[in-house]
């Protein structure tokens, strides 16, 4: 974190109990805030999106739920985090860790445990 802002550390807080599982939207009505006022002090305080930072929120959730086991189908863990369907899920997980969620969950499997996110997601 770049400075501290006390509104942006609720929001972090926020964010952490909810596992990552909201929008933007529900942040700025939730703070009574613009949602260009709320990006820009969120980026001037963490250097990433508000949005970026819910979706690795969520993703890494996800990485936690394949670790544990606690599911019977990976579309259980798509269910448990909300996102709109299986293949949602799906697209996401490659795009964050350049791997299906098989493979990943594979990877957790045999104790490769540190996620790194691809390169390219950091630009967002």
Same mark, same amino acid.
């Given at each position: 974190?770049?400075?501290?802002?006390?509104?942006?550390?609720?929001?972090?807080?926020?964010?952490?109990? =909810?596992?990552? &599982?909201?929008?933007?939207?529900?942040?700025?009505?939730? @703070? $009574?805030?613009?949602? *260009?006022?709320?990006? *820009? *002090?969120? &980026?001037a305080t963490l250097g990433v999106s508000p949005?970026?930072?819910?979706?690795?929120? =969520?993703?890494?959730?996800?990485? $936690?739920?394949?670790?544990s086991g606690n599911y019977e189908k990976l579309s259980d863990i798509a269910? &448990?985090? $909300? @996102?709109?369907?299986?293949?949602?899920?799906? =697209?996401?997980?490659?795009?964050?860790?350049?791997?299906?969620?098989?493979?990943?969950?594979?990877?957790?499997?045999?104790?490769?445990? $540190?996620? &790194?996110?691809?390169?390219?997601?950091?630009?967002?």
């Amino acid at each position: 974190m770049k400075k501290e802002d006390k509104l942006i550390t609720k929001s972090l807080q926020l964010i952490k109990s =909810r596992k990552g &599982i909201m929008k933007v939207k529900d942040l700025v009505d939730h @703070y $009574n805030i613009s949602e *260009r006022q709320f990006q *820009r *002090r969120f &980026i001037a305080t963490l250097g990433v999106s508000p949005k970026h930072y819910l979706t690795t929120t =969520r993703f890494m959730e996800a990485v $936690n739920l394949l670790k544990s086991g606690n599911y019977e189908k990976l579309s259980d863990i798509a269910y &448990i985090l $909300n @996102y709109s369907d299986q293949s949602h899920f799906i =697209r996401e997980v490659i795009k964050l860790s350049g791997m299906k969620p098989k493979q990943l969950q594979e990877k957790l499997k045999q104790g490769s445990g $540190n996620i &790194i996110l691809k390169p390219e997601y950091y630009s967002c």
